[in-house]
């Protein structure tokens, strides 16, 4: 008996909607990673690499929001470490795949690394801004979208951009610039759940601590399940365009 009023009391409450987002967050992970891993088949060749990329982030963040919906559910607060263990895999890992689809176009191994020096500046920063220095979480959060800043210039403006434009491929091109909005508009939506933070977080008034979390869920399926579909887009249809080129 004690055991099940231990299991009872440690279920989803019906009003923990930050809950339901772990739980549905941790499904779509795990369902995304089997869809990305099976498809990877019907995609040629150098396209499986980016399928593989693509199912190892969202097959990572399924276990992690595994970890985390329980931490959620026996705490009632945020898993902060396992967030950012999380994110420190994932992000440069979809910094690979810019790396990936556009190395067919002359990009040196040299722009992955700067972008994966980006985002581990912008995640570690962000970090200690919510655990050891969370009473001057705003300067830590400015720091870190310094990182985010040098991201964002490469895909919008930098060599990134620049190699995408000489590739003179309509279809990379249109995957490239999808991907680089979800740089712009869904990454936009983490620092928006970290200004909730108590102390001096920017929208502390506004937006309440639970909020961070709901934030932070909704940009993570939009991130990495939308990055993997677009990745997934792009290969498909340039398999099909040289499979038809092939039968010409
Ligand atoms: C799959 C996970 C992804 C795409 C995570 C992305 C995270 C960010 C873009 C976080 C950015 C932050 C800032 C720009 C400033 C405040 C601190 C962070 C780390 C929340």
Known sequence: METLNFVLAASL???????????IGAMAMAAATVFFFIERSRVEGKWKTSMLVSGLITFIAAVHYYYMRDYWIETGTSPTALRYIDWTLTVPLMCVEF?????????????????????????????????????????????????????FYEVWFGSAKKLSQSSNDPILQ?????????????????????MAIETDGLLSGVLSIQAMDLIYNIGDAVNKIGFGLVIYSLAIQKTNQNAKASAA
């Open 99 to 151: 790396y990936l689809i556009l190395r067919a176009f002359g990009a040196g191994i040299g722009l992955m690394w700067k972008m994966i020096f980006y985002s581990v500046f912008m995640l570690v920063t962000g970090y200690l801004g919510e655990t050891i220095y969370r009473e001057s979480s705003a300067i830590w959060g400015f720091i870190s979208t310094l990182g985010y800043a040098g991201i």
């Open 13 to 23: 409450k019906p009003d923990d909607y930050v809950g339901f987002t772990f739980f």
């Open 174 to 194: 249109k995957a490239f610039n999808t991907l680089a909005w979800f740089i712009f508009v869904g990454w936009a939506i983490y620092p928006i759940g970290y």
